[in-house]
């Protein structure tokens, strides 16, 4: 199945709402698609966005260094899946030249993917099941 390389184009953070929301748009492209979020996913893509630094680790920063310290890259994030309204996203961690594939969730492979500056994908089947309909 083809993947296509989307970009995060938009993040709407509402303070008064614990759902925020993320746009995914593709890459030289017209299709774009929104990703319903929790507020601490969005507030850490945000902080990352706008090179906000935190004097201790927060989560992300974590899985970040935990990556580091296995001498592991993130090389891509791919939401793979729309099930039940439901996104579902994998990690592609490349160590010693093997790749693994981490299920995690949309908002959290974002998250890693804007501060580890890796392309993001979508399956074309997610596209497919969207109805490939440029975001209004």
Avoid: W
Avoid at 1 to 6: G, K, L, S
Avoid at 55 to 80: F, I, K, Q, S, Y
């Amino acid at each position: 199945m083809a993947m296509i390389e989307m970009v995060l184009s938009r993040i709407l953070i509402r303070e008064n709402n614990d759902q925020q929301v993320i746009y995914l748009k593709e890459k030289g492209g017209e299709r774009a698609f929104p990703i319903i979020i929790g507020v601490f996913e969005a507030v850490e893509i945000n902080r990352k966005i706008t090179d906000v630094e935190t004097p201790r680790p927060m989560t992300h920063d974590l899985v970040r260094n935990v990556l580091a310290g296995l001498d592991a890259t993130l090389e891509r994030v791919v939401v793979d899946e729309l099930k039940d309204a439901t996104f579902y996203a994998k990690l592609h961690v490349e160590r010693d030249g093997e790749t693994v594939r981490i299920d995690s969730r949309p908002s959290d492979a974002i998250a890693l993917a804007v501060a580890a500056k890796c392309p993001i994908f979508v399956e074309e089947k997610v596209l497919d099941d969207l109805g490939g309909k440029p975001d209004e």
